[in-house]
């Protein structure tokens, strides 16, 4: 997955391993501004193009977290059955970054339970002008 780097270059373990948390020393001066107006995700369009993302759909998560969510949260893999998103409905509901994984995890089985392209529609509305998108985002 291609994004813009906004944080210092650090050891494997300690970039997949460690949630990034509000005022987190690891992002950068110019870091904490592409990420502020998710100028970070805009690389992933190249992966929306070659087919290895979609628009919409759950975000992906890093190998570690994945191992320890899906023997911790029912349902947890449901969320793989479709491809991953640059947004989704757990983003536009203010659920990303540091907060609750359940109820992240609730969005993205709503949003592959209910799926249509007005569903798709209304959460890249909400990407766009939605108050909750930039909550958490650090």
């Known amino acids: 997955m ?3 780097r906004s944080m210092t ?3 494997k373990k300690a970039s997949d ?3 990034t948390t509000a005022d987190d020393s690891r ?5 904490k501004f592409i990420r502020k107006g998710n100028i970070d995700e805009l690389p992933q369009f190249w992966n929306v193009l070659t087919g290895a993302m979609s628009v919409v759909g759950p975000r992906p998560e890093r190998e570690y977290f994945v191992e320890q969510f899906k023997n911790d949260i029912s ?3 449901v969320r793989h059955l479709v491809k991953s998103g640059i947004t989704g409905w757990a983003q536009v ?3 990303r970054g540091d907060t609750s994984n ?3 995890i609730e969005c993205d089985i709503h949003y592959i339970e209910d799926w249509n392209f ?3 529609l209304k959460i890249i509305w909400l990407t766009l002008f939605g108050r909750e998108t930039n909550r958490n985002a650090y």
Do not use: S
Not at 27 to 31: D, M
């Open 27 to 31: 992002v950068t001066g110019i870091g």
């Open 17 to 19: 391993t460690v949630w």
């Open 9 to 11: 270059v650090q050891a």
């Open 118 to 120: 007005l569903f798709d």
């Open 102 to 104: 359940k109820k992240r």
């Open 2 to 4: 291609y994004k813009f």
């Open 93 to 95: 509901n203010g659920w």
């Open 75 to 77: 349902d947890y893999k």
